[in-house]
């Protein structure tokens, strides 16, 4: 089982950015597809972004051209780079992972559940 800390979350005006760091332990040399994902109180989960073993990237539509994801394999570390940050942006955010499998495409945005592993998350808020 693979262990995720996230980090970077904080409070900024609308219009900032904050930069989200999940770092992995357990099996570093597997490959593993890794996504972000949100919650906002009393709403239900939502995907963020993915990103699979060979840099493919998945956005929601709603933090497209604003959110980048990227990740250091070197380090075990993904990351979110959220940028003009807007209030409905408030949220906590999950780093997860699923063990990649050959000839199977990496879960994307609405297969939440397919992701077996999860951290504990950071807490992002946006005042306006």
């Known amino acids: 089982q693979l262990r995720l800390v996230e980090s970077g979350g904080g409070s900024v005006q609308a219009g900032g950015s904050l930069r989200l760091s999940c770092t992995a332990s357990?099996?570093?040399?597997?490959?593993?597809?890794m996504g972000w994902f949100r919650q906002a109180p009393g709403k239900e989960r939502e995907g963020v972004a993915t990103?699979?073993?060979?840099?493919?990237?998945t956005y929601a539509d709603s933090v497209k051209g604003r959110f980048t994801i990227s990740r250091d394999d070197a380090e075990s570390t993904l990351y979110l780079q959220l940028n003009s940050l807007k209030p409905e942006d408030t949220a906590m955010y999950f780093c997860?992972?699923?063990?990649?499998?050959?000839?199977?495409?990496?879960?994307?945005?609405?297969?939440?559940?397919?992701?077996?592993?999860w951290g504990q998350g950071t807490q992002v808020t946006v005042s306006s």
């Open positions: 997860a992972a699923e063990v990649k499998r050959l000839d199977v495409a990496c879960p994307g945005l609405e297969r939440s559940n397919d992701y077996s592993d």
């Open positions: 990103i699979d073993i060979d840099g493919g990237l």
């Open positions: 357990g099996f570093p040399n597997i490959r593993y597809c």
